[in-house]
């Protein structure tokens, strides 16, 4: 069984499907990429993923627990941590304040004896920030803001990173950076997963691929099979373009 | 049977009136997103126009209540959308609250200064009082009007909001402000509506309420807690379950009067059952706080602020302190024992306000009954204290417990549900718990008596390791009075709250409760317990609270139910945030001035202790005094950094040069040693005359520090400022204006001819 399995979630709102039967996984040391169309759900999944909505059924399971009756920070504490696609910063705060937080939380609930309050400066550095660390979160421009939430996740020593498109307002070095530092966490035996728009980088970075349309899974494969899956293609370009005359 | 029918249409009466109220506010807050906490005030304003037109002016009834219903009413809400509700869009929950707290209290300041309260203002019943007969029940044609009224309003709201463009651009707009403005809704103008359609119904509610009574500003306007009970049953949102609520309310509390025994042999039942019944309504709030199912967690994006909290540092913090307790010891050999009292008194409101510091000011959650956490503090200290320390501790713990529970059920939910719980705690203890007579739990030997059969305790003064508060004479070679004793006291408590404030800032917890300002859902996604922080930061400024009612109890040597009034609070909370609620200096500031403040209130007394000018004039300033923090509130919002930070600014040059800083100190030392030497200089001369050295002394290190360039010179106001605004701020602080443009362009030299 994988770290996290997602088992038939569906999420209504009213009368609108968000969510239909959605089932996948995430395994450590892979980066899993859940990528699709605006408004596909992945956000959705996500906070559903992280507790921050209730499902109107089915399960989610960290490690064989069922996170489903949990509230968002004891999931966190099992070892889950996520960032913001709206970036969920402490603008009051400082970058060294940020990752301090979630360091002396993670200090205080972890049972491992790990104590990540020695290593919040290696955070920063590791998502290159070392020259902002002083500043406050909310002078920085977006794309730097959203290697601070990375950071910040990290700091709490997680096991499943759940990234909400964290290549958004990056440029392109810093984009490949990103794509750098997510092959070493996966490296270090994390389980990455992803949602992300810059194709190129998902393709570049990911092991696994789901691919959620209208709050369903269409597809799901590695790389080279979702670039050639005829419904994918569908979902991205439109069926009327799919077979060009 | 027949009574119960008449005890029944007695109830519904009442229910009409809280309805109408509740409706008002309802519609207001589902349309511009503010909470009124003003809207009772509001009614009791309508209620008073009222008066002023029908009894004191003899103009016929139905025409009085028609001026007030759809003139003065909509003129009030037009005025107060243009002048104050119109500059919130945008601004956080936190200082919408103060501004309606403020409106509030500079309402009721208002009234009492065009309406004497010492006068008796009798309101006569509509229609004289006749009645009619229906299958043998009396029916007055008062409560048909209450009841009629509270139909036409639930009737024409329906079809305000279902069945007209207005109505249907008010609600839009509740949804998307700007969305609703792109379909070609004015969401100005929908907001100007509901808060002329609001403020009629506030007075519609009050003048129906007050047909028979004698009007009090204070009770009229508090009169809204019973409505708030209601619009919670419909969560603030659905106007037939706020009826519903309102009816349920007003039948529970008539039935109460009505048939819980009253004035039988058991003293618990007399006291228990008679004035619970003004406390029912607030039962019912809490009730139906613990019902709401919990808030979701919702991120809101990465905001930028204004708003600042630098970290203290403790040679900073010890400065301060070192500070406050060199200007208490000076202070006594200056001023009469009286005045050391004072004074005391001065950091007593210091340390209620340093209890909102990590409350509001890091963890932004808001308390509107620390007065009553105070008050239990003092009581505690009454009972058990006893001249020992280990009695604030009590105090403290008391108050802390009691925190907890107040705010466990409103936690789970947003910041207007904590604010509203706290208030209605607040009046809930004023209205009941401070009002119990001694009396005995029922099957116990228990007696519970809080303010004894006179309703009021003394509280004997602290003797803390061998130091006796209460006593005269000598110590390190000064003079002390029990009075200057107290000074010290004081001051010393202040000093110590001070630090465990700088304490929590820098401590992980502080840091926590910074993080949770700003995005709880980001700290429950890091495994922060949300509402677990939240309690413990709520219980412990309850706990500093207590221990600062604790020892204003003990300056005073009494303390009594008055003294702990929610309204009497309110101004603490208020200055305390327009002091600045990061900072402790706010604290001492806000001291300051709401001493200050009660001084003038009580001016003759200010004027021949310290003056001599013989009586005073018109006590005009008293009343001005009274609601002065009302306005101070409402004027909130331009720099929720608040004063302290700007005047920080403004002195701080004193540091950054020797010069400045010696001529500074040796000044004020001079001065202090001269003022106690020579008779003709005295406390107002020193104090005048330290203010000086301090502007001097500022401007002196301005100008070394900028030789030195450790402080740039100030900007050429021409570029930096718009009309009094960065320019960055323009178009966020106010709107960007034509005079706005033309300077701009001017300044980018896009004048008509080069464009041309």
Redesign the interface.
């Known amino acids: 069984m994988s770290l996290l399995e997602v088992d038939k979630i569906s999420m209504r709102f009213g009368g609108h499907v968000a969510l239909d039967a959605v089932t996948l996984h995430a395994d450590p040391g892979l980066v899993t990429a859940l990528i699709g169309p605006n408004g596909a759900g992945k956000t959705t999944l996500f906070n559903v993923i ?4 209730s499902p109107s059924s089915g399960d989610v399971y960290l490690d064989n627990k069922s996170l489903t009756k949990l ?3 004891k999931r ?2 099992l070892g ?3 960032t ?1 696609q ?8 400082t970058v060294r ?2 990752v ?3 360091a ?3 200090a205080g ?1 972890g049972s491992d004896g790990v104590d990540p309050r020695s290593e919040i400066e290696s955070i920063v550095e590791r998502v290159g920030l070392s020259d902002m660390i002083d500043h406050r ?2 002078e920085l421009p ?1 794309g730097q ?1 959203r290697l601070v939430e990375i950071a ?2 990290l ?2 020593k997680p096991r499943l990173l759940l990234l909400d498109e964290p290549a958004s307002g990056l440029d392109d070095q810093e984009s490949e950076g990103l794509g750098h530092l997510l092959r070493e966490l996966a490296a270090d035996g994390l389980a990455v997963l992803i949602v992300e728009h810059d194709v190129q980088l998902v393709m570049d970075v990911s092991d696994h691929i789901f691919v959620l349309d209208f709050g369903r899974v269409i597809a799901n494969g590695d790389p080279a099979s979702i670039r050639t899956d005829p419904a994918v293609l569908a979902a991205y370009l439109g069926s009327s373009l799919e077979q060009p005359s | 049977m027949s009574d119960f029918l008449s005890f029944t249409i007695v109830g519904l009466a009442t229910a009409a009136i809280y309805a109408i109220g509740a409706s008002g506010l309802v519609l207001t807050y589902t349309t511009t997103g503010v909470f009124n906490f003003a809207h009772g005030a509001i009614g009791m304003l309508g209620a008073f126009m009222y008066w002023q037109l029908r009894f004191d002016w003899g103009l016929p009834a139905p025409l009085a209540f028609l001026i007030v219903l759809f003139g003065f009413g909509p003129l009030v809400g037009v005025l107060l959308e243009r002048g104050i509700f119109r500059g919130l869009q945008g601004t956080s929950e936190a200082v919408r609250l103060v501004v309606t707290v403020s409106l509030l209290f500079a309402m009721i300041g208002v009234a009492n200064w065009i309406w004497d309260p010492q006068e008796n203002r009798l309101s006569e019943k509509f229609f004289g009082g006749s009645s009619f007969k229906v299958i043998g029940e009396i029916i007055t044609y008062q409560e048909l009007l209450r009841v009629g009224a509270a139909v036409v309003v639930a009737i024409g709201l329906r079809v305000l909001l279902y069945r007209t463009r207005a109505g249907i651009a008010m609600r839009a707009s509740v949804d998307d402000r700007p969305l609703a403005a792109l379909n070609g809704a004015r969401p100005d103008r929908s907001a100007m509506l509901a808060w002329a359609i609001g403020c009629s119904l506030a007075m519609l509610a009050g003048m129906l309420y007050v047909g028979g009574i004698a009007l009090e500003a204070q009770s009229i306007s508090l009169l809204i807690v019973n409505a708030y009970a209601a619009a919670m049953v419909g969560r603030l949102r659905s106007l037939p379950m706020t009826f519903l609520g309102a009816i349920v309310i007003a039948l529970v509390q008539t039935y109460w009067g009505a048939y819980v025994p009253q004035g039988s042999e058991a003293a618990w039942a007399q006291y228990f059952g008679q004035s619970i019944v003004f406390a029912i309504p607030i039962l019912i709030l809490f009730i139906v706080l613990l019902a709401l199912p919990a808030a ?10 204004r ?3 630098p970290m203290p540092s403790w040679v900073g913090a010890s400065r301060f302190a070192a500070i406050v307790l060199a200007g208490a010891l000076m202070a006594i050999p200056l001023v009469a024992a009286k005045d050391s009292l004072t004074i005391a008194k001065l950091f007593g409101t210091g340390i209620l306000v340093l209890s909102l510091v990590p409350l509001v000011g890091l963890g932004g959650q808001v308390s509107l009954c620390q007065f009553s956490f105070a008050g239990i503090g003092a009581v505690t200290m009454s009972h058990l204290g006893g001249g020992s320390p280990i009695g604030l501790v009590y105090a403290m713990v008391f108050a802390g417990i009691v925190g907890a529970i107040i705010a466990l059920p409103a936690l789970r939910l947003s910041g207007i549900y904590l604010a509203l719980a706290t208030a209605a705690f607040a009046v809930f203890m004023d209205r009941w718990v401070w009002k119990l007579k001694p009396f005995k739990l029922p099957f116990t030997d228990v007696t519970i008596d809080l303010f004894g059969t006179a309703g009021s305790l003394s509280v004997e003064r602290l003797k803390i390791f061998g130091f006796d508060s209460g006593a005269k004479g000598k110590v390190l070679g000064m003079n002390l009075s029990p009075e200057d004793r107290q000074l010290i006291v004081m001051a010393v408590g202040f000093v110590a709250v001070a630090m465990v404030v700088v304490a929590i800032r820098r401590s ?1 917890f502080g ?2 409760l ?2 949770m ?3 709880e ?10 509402t677990g922080t939240k309690l413990a930061i709520f219980s412990t400024s309850a706990a500093l609270a207590g221990l600062g009612g604790a020892l204003i109890g003990v300056a005073n040597q009494s303390t009594n139910a008055d003294n702990w009034q929610f309204l009497n609070g309110l101004p603490v909370f208020m200055i305390g945030v327009v002091g600045g609620m990061g900072r402790i200096g706010g604290a001492l500031f806000a001291g300051i001035s709401l001493q200050v403040l009660n001084t003038m209130a009580a001016w003759p007394v200010l004027n021949t202790r310290f003056l001599g000018m013989g009586p005073a004039p018109e006590g005009w300033y008293s009343k001005f005094a009274f609601a002065s923090p009302g306005f101070m509130g409402i004027g909130l919002g331009r720099n929720p950094n608040g004063a302290v930070s700007d005047m920080r600014v403004g002195f701080e040059p004193i540091l950054m040069s020797r010069r400045a800083l010696a001529i500074v100190s040796i000044g004020i030392v001079g001065l202090y040693v001269a003022t106690l030497r020579v008779d003709a200089l005295n406390g107002w001369i020193f104090i005048l005359g330290t203010v000086v050295l301090l502007i001097v002394g500022a401007q002196i290190g301005k100008s070394d520090a900028i030789a030195k360039g450790t402080l740039e010179p100030d900007p050429d106001p021409s570029i930096e400022e718009f009309d009094g605004t960065h320019l960055e701020w323009v178009g966020i602080d106010r709107p960007v204006t034509d005079t706005d443009i033309a300077l701009l362009d001017s300044k980018l030299g896009l004048t008509r001819e080069a464009l041309a």
């Open positions: 992280c507790g921050l909505l509230k968002p920070y966190a504490r889950l941590a996520r913001f709206r970036l969920e910063l402490w603008s009051l705060l304040e940020n301090q937080v979630a002396e939380l993670r609930f979160v909310d977006t803001a910040r996740a700091a709490t | 979701r967690l919702r991120g809101h994006g990465l905001t930028r602020t708003e600042f909290y992980s840091r926590r910074l993080a300002k700003d995005s859902a980001a700290c429950a996604t890091v495994g922060m317990n949300v």
